[in-house]
Every structure is written in structure tokens, then in C-alpha cells.
């Protein structure tokens, strides 16, 4: 069974930089989707940035140009870089994955729903 677990987070001053890492175990990186999600302080959660088993990238209006995802298929490690935070950035930041085929993420690849298997989470707190 696959898991992804979080590394990484923090605290950082406004304009700051935070690279966060999620592991995945139990499946290859080129059999999954994975993506980073927030967690809003209603427990609401959305998608931030999405890779493909294909290492193609998505992501949402509120981080692209400032988060950057990339992967290390020898670590099965997905990376999540984020640049230039604002406070509004903080939050809880999760890493979740969906094995092939997950035929719903080709259509809508930051949605919550799609994902199965998920982190628990970690805070990123940014300072005015």
C-alpha cells in the first residue's frame, strides 16, 4: 500500500523561502500523482501544485509563478518550493498521492478528492 509522509516547514519572515518534501513509500513516483494541498483553518482543503506520474506540473492561480514543484524519483520524493511567502500563505500544507490510473486527476489534477493517500501535515507559519 502506498503512504506519503511530510518533511519540512516552518516558520519564515514575509518574502521569505520554504522548500517542503513528501515521501512516498510501497510504489514507484512514475505510478503516482502527487500533489500539495492546504488546509484552510475551516479544515477546507485545496490544491496548491500537482505532478503527474510524468513529472508534468499543475498549479493553482494562488501560488503559480511563486511555488515550484519538482520530483526525485531515486528519493520517491516530491518537492514543493515556495518563494516570495505571504502571510496568507500560512497554513496547514499536505502531501497527498493517488496510484494509476486515477482518471479523474487528468481532468481536475488539484482536486482534494481525487487523492487517497495523504500525510498528516505540517504548519508553514509566515510572519508580517
Do not use: I
Request: net charge positive; with cysteine.
Amino acid at each position: 500500500q502506498s503512504q506519503v509522509a511530510e518533511a519540512g516547514g516552518g516558520s519564515v519572515p514575509a518574502g521569505g523561502s520554504l522548500t517542503r518534501a513528501c515521501v512516498a513509500s510501497g510504489k514507484s513516483v512514475n505510478r503516482l500523482w502527487m500533489a500539495w494541498l492546504r488546509q484552510t483553518s475551516g479544515s477546507r482543503r485545496e490544491g496548491v501544485a500537482a505532478m503527474d506520474n510524468n513529472g508534468r506540473a499543475t498549479y493553482s492561480d494562488f501560488v503559480k509563478g511563486r511555488f515550484t514543484v519538482s520530483r526525485d524519483n531515486d528519493k520517491h520524493t516530491l518537492y514543493l518550493t515556495m518563494d516570495r511567502l505571504q502571510a496568507a500563505a500560512s497554513d496547514t500544507y499536505l502531501c497527498a498521492a493517488c496510484s494509476l490510473p486515477c482518471d479523474g486527476l487528468w481532468y481536475h489534477p488539484l482536486r482534494p478528492g481525487e487523492y487517497f493517500y495523504w500525510g498528516q501535515g505540517t504548519q508553514v507559519a509566515v510572519s508580517s
